[in-house]
């Protein structure tokens, strides 16, 4: 029996763990880096270990210290949540050697499905229908799929759509691969735009059964990760899903599977499957199979660990429909930068239920039945809170949102909706993206490939009309409401001459707010047909013609955020006279986030092209190509590979031919 488990993991998925081990009565011990510190992960064990170092690479990758960790705090048990260690075998074999409990598969189930390319040969032979790795790709088979061989979420991962490009692409993804997973391996696939990502839930016991919980569709992502998933997969024929469930159960068969896992599939539009790989371990995405199932698939998994049996008569069957939307600190109009910083304030709100960042949240309605059951409306988990720093060595995801309905346009409509009054103060964030998603016909249409967020970019990320117009005149109006009378210190204006606010835009655009005190009140001068109805504290109700809104605004320091039922906009104060020195040189490039310097693909007196990539840059886990901003020479190139940069560092300069 567990009794006291750790998680070697870090975020939400340790908080996640930790919730039902607190309703199982179990003890949890957490392991931090120095940056996690003061995580809510660790608050929330009971004891916690600390992992010298920042990087993945000196902490949460070093196995060795992991086990050291669980022995010296008394765990007999580990739990390796998802990422990092979740699928090495040699990690597991470690825990397992030094006599602790593994919650996971056997090692040598790891190891089966560890190489892409083996694991397709074994599920070849196992008569479960694979995608082919191509040997040598030829025009006919173009586009392909760089993949690596040992890893997933979307790293080492090239499409190719010229065979001109493949060996740099090739090079590229090798390098990505060993650096992330210890192994350069990669293979190409035939790439299939259109199809679907479909997954099946699994589950097994050590006394032969096996459970195929339901299936999810994964289709709508971002560089070959997942942003919104939902269960069930929507739109599958009766014949096609139980012939799913029937290969999955089945390759889970093939390597004595025991634990928690998932096989993945590409679905074609005419209702072939192909495997892609099985993943060891539980998903981002398992709280919407728990949302239509009711089980608590990390119960189960303590329950697997220790040798029960599954229940006899299979796993409940799905009910309703479940979304979850992934929330990343990143700006999806900038090719998906990540973003850093302090996040301020993260609240989910739904009718008279509020959700803040503490990990697994369940509305009034919800039920926790034996530590197997759960059943909830509108769910977060996060592994953030309101203070905490987002820092560029881990995951830009800030929190999953989970909604469940009876029927999919209605969670989809919940989400959406949930999502659209949050309050989410801090880095950039794919809030809106993900909302109008949630909202786009093709999607409520059942209409999903892989492609899908490529495909309907243009209105995905278009800025919204007159909306940060609008944010910028409630700043500014609650903001001197806030100040009352009062003139800023040295003006010799009279109160009756306008006054001005200045504000940049997220999307870097400049917006003046002019206004002027009257008898009456507050009014925009730039804006007649803007009655400011009332101002309190932090709001402002304006109307207009004869409609009226509520804008909450709230500030930190020079960051001011707007919300309204409606959406939410960011805003930064400007000096009321621009600086004239504070032009930068049109040719510098600055570093977009703060990262390390993977390598350079340009020398000093090479002449570039706009566009070009100059160097990559990681941060978040993902590469990042820096692009020369216009045609010219580079003339500067300030870092080497390896070098770790800060935001705003001064990385090249490219003069155009008539600077040069």
Known sequence: ????????????????????????????????????????????????????????????????LIVRAALRAGADAVHPGYGFLSESAEFARAVLDAGLLWVGPPPAAIAAMGSKTAAKRLMAEAGVPVLGALAEPTEADLPVLVKAAAGGGGRGMRVVERLADLPAELAAARAEAAKAFGSDEVFCERYLPS??????????????????????????????????????????PPQVRAALHAAAADAARAIGYVGAGTAEFLLTGDGRFYFLEMNTRLQ???????????????????????GEELPAGGPPPSTGHAIEARLYAEDPAKDWQPATGTLHRLELTSEH??????????????????????????????????????????????????????????????????LARARIHGPSTNRELLVRALRHPAFLAGRLHTGFLAEHAA???????????????????????????????????????????????????????????????LEA????????????????LLREGEVQRRYEVARYGDQVYVDSPTGSTALTVLPRFPDPTAQSDPGALLAPMPGTVLRTTAAVGDTVAAGQPLLVLEAMKMEHR????????????????????RLGALLAVVKSPEEA
């Not at 064990?45 to 949460?60: E, K, S």
Request: proline content about 5%; overall charge negative; glycine content about 10%.
């Open 1 to 64: 029996m567990i009794t006291n488990l750790l998680v070697a993991n870090r975020g939400e998925i340790a908080r996640r763990v930790f919730r039902t081990c607190r309703e199982l009565g179990i003890a949890t011990t957490a392991v931090h880096s120095d940056p996690d510190a003061g995580a809510p992960h660790v608050r929330e064990a009971d004891a916690a270990v600390r992992l010298p170092g920042a990087a993945p690479a000196d902490t949460y990758l070093r196995g060795e």
């Open 195 to 236: 199809g679907r990502h479909v997954e099946v839930q699994l589950l097994a016991d050590a006394h032969g059964a096996v459970w195929a919980v339901g299936d999810r569709d994964c289709s709508l992502q971002r560089r070959h990760q997942k942003v919104i998933e939902e269960a069930p997969a929507p739109g599958l």
């Open 284 to 306: 981002v995405e398992h709280p919407v199979t728990e949302a239509v199932t009711g089980l608590d698939l990390v119960a189960l998994q303590l329950a697997v660990a220790e």
């Open 353 to 418: 239920h509020e959700f803040g960042g503490t990990g697994l949240r369940l509305d009034s309605g919800a039920r926790l039945d034996s530590g197997l059951r759960i059943d909830s409306e509108l769910r977060l988990d996060s592994g953030v809170e309101a203070g905490s720093e987002i820092s560029p060595h881990y995951d830009a995801m800030l929190a999953k949102v989970i909604v469940r309905a009876p029927t999919r346009a209605a969670a989809a409509r919940k989400l959406a909706d949930a």
């Open 459 to 521: 209105e995905l990320l278009a800025p919204e009309a007159g909306g940060a117009g609008r944010a910028a005149l409630a700043a500014a109006l609650a903001d001197a409401a806030e100040r009352g009378t009062a003139l800023p210190s040295g003006w010799r204006n009279l109160p009756s001459q306008p006054q001005s606010k200045r504000y940049r835009a997220s999307d870097g655009g400049e917006l003046e707010v002019r206004y002027r005190r009257t008898r009456g009140g």
């Open 525 to 540: 001068v730039d804006h007649p047909d803007v009655e400011l109805v009332e101002a309190g504290a932090g709001f402002v």
């Open 626 to 645: 820096v692009t020369a901003p216009a045609d010219g020479t580079l003339v500067e190139l300030r870092v080497t590979p390896g070098q770790q940069v």
